[in-house]
T-cell receptor, first 111, second 114 residues
Framework: DAGVIQSPRHEVTEMGQEVTLRCKPI?????LFWYRQTMMRGLELLIY????????DSGMPEDRFSAKMPNASFSTLKIQPSEPRDSAVYFC?????????FGEGSRLTVL | AQSVSQHNHHVILSEAASLELGCNYS??????LFWYVQYPGQHLQLLLK??????LVKGIKGFEAEFIKSKFSFNLRKPSVQWSDTAEYFC????????????FGTGTRLQVFP
């Protein structure tokens, strides 16, 4: 299996622009998680899905953030409008109730 | 809600020194415990995990961890570190009814000098 695949790996954008991060989980995994990593706050869980249904989005910072999982093989995390404080590495991870398998991450820089 | 504390934020060791990184969690029920490692510029990878059974868990690259339920601890150990162990180490806990959330500690940055 190719593992969890995220795109883009790097994104540089200007404040106010829309950002869309993408994730393809490992086939057969029924859980998908979005995390954000910053130096100040460490690894924060933003939202997670089970069988494509959002279960807990209490970690989503504000309404500018939204996440979808239209099918078992694809999820998006959208930020609109983006702000400099959103700069971070965003990780997607999938699991089948056991350990989490992480993607390589998407490094977002908002100028 | 569960939480995870890693008391050592930055650890500096020489090669061949022994390592112990502390991890304490707050949840009192049944838990699953994990240690992940993140090498510079890379994603998180699983070192080891505890679900049940023998509280002494052996992982990859010579790492082990001991689950002590009475102390709510899951400390990571390695008897002799190598330069290639330089990385950030994260303890994580999953527990509680109705949740599959994995909560991470703030991480411990380990630097190993030759």
């Amino acid at each position: 299996d190719a593992g969890v695949i995220q795109s883009p790996r790097h994104e540089v954008t200007e404040m106010g622009q829309e950002v869309t991060l993408r994730c393809k989980p490992i086939s057969g995994h029924d859980y998908l998680f979005w995390y954000r990593q910053t130096m100040m706050r460490g690894l924060e869980l933003l939202i997670y899905f089970n069988n494509n249904v959002p279960i807990d989005d209490s970690g989503m910072p504000e309404d500018r953030f939204s996440a979808k999982m239209p099918n078992a093989s694809f999820s998006t995390l959208k930020i609109q409008p983006s702000e400099p404080r959103d700069s971070a590495v965003y990780f997607c991870a999938s699991s089948d109730r056991g350990e989490l398998f992480f993607g390589e991450g998407s490094r977002l820089t908002v100028l | 809600a569960q939480s995870v504390s890693q008391h050592n934020h930055h650890v500096i060791l020489s090669e061949a020194a022994s390592l112990e990184l502390g991890c304490n969690y707050s949840y009192g029920g049944t838990v699953n415990l994990f240690w992940y490692v993140q090498y510079p510029g890379q994603h998180l990878q699983l070192l080891l995990k505890y679900f049940s059974g023998d509280p002494l868990v052996k992982g990859i690259k010579g790492f082990e961890a001991e689950f002590i339920k009475s102390k709510f601890s899951f400390n990571l150990r390695k008897p002799s570190v190598q330069w290639s162990d330089t990385a950030e180490y994260f303890c994580a806990v999953k527990g509680g009814l109705g949740t599959d959330k994995l909560i991470f500690g703030t991480g411990t940055r380990l630097q190993v000098f030759p």
